[in-house]
Nanobody, 123 residues
Framework: VQLQASGGGLVPAGGSLRLSCAAS????????MNWFRQAPGKEREFVAA????????FYADSVRGRFTISRDNAKSTVYLQMNSLKPEDTAVYYC?????????????????WGQGTQVTVSS
């Protein structure tokens, strides 16, 4: 499985961004697709996930109601729509693929990672 993340940038607090993660490889649709983030000096933390097979979604409490994860089967792409952004959302965001039964995985349970994309929210 190969993952390519994009869409980061600099936005003011209250703004919006949409991240994309393009997936390829023979079996990526059998995985849970996740977004994680890592702020300087902190561990990589789970943000949101969507299961390719049925579209089930999962969110960290810190982003529920502000972020929306979705998948586009035709484009083999997972999106993270981020609204009402806060300065504490500033981090490098990573997409990752994990086993479909791993709800709210920790980073060590992710099998494949894409490269990170920087999101900076100014106050």
């Amino acid at each position: 499985v190969q993952l390519q993340a994009s869409g980061g940038g600099l936005v003011p607090a209250g703004g919006s961004l949409r991240l994309s993660c393009a997936a390829s490889g023979r079996s990526f649709r059998s995985y849970m697709m996740n977004w994680f983030r890592q702020a300087p000096g902190k561990e990589r933390e789970f943000v949101a996930a969507v299961r390719w097979s049925d579209g089930s979604t999962f969110y960290a409490d810190s982003v529920r109601g502000r972020f929306t994860i979705s998948r586009d089967n035709a484009k083999s792409t997972v999106y993270l729509q981020m609204n009402s952004l806060k300065p504490e959302d500033t981090a490098v965001y990573y997409c990752g693929a994990s086993q479909p039964n791993h709800y709210y995985p920790t980073a060590d349970l992710v099998d494949y990672w894409g490269q990170g994309t920087q999101v900076t929210v100014s106050s």
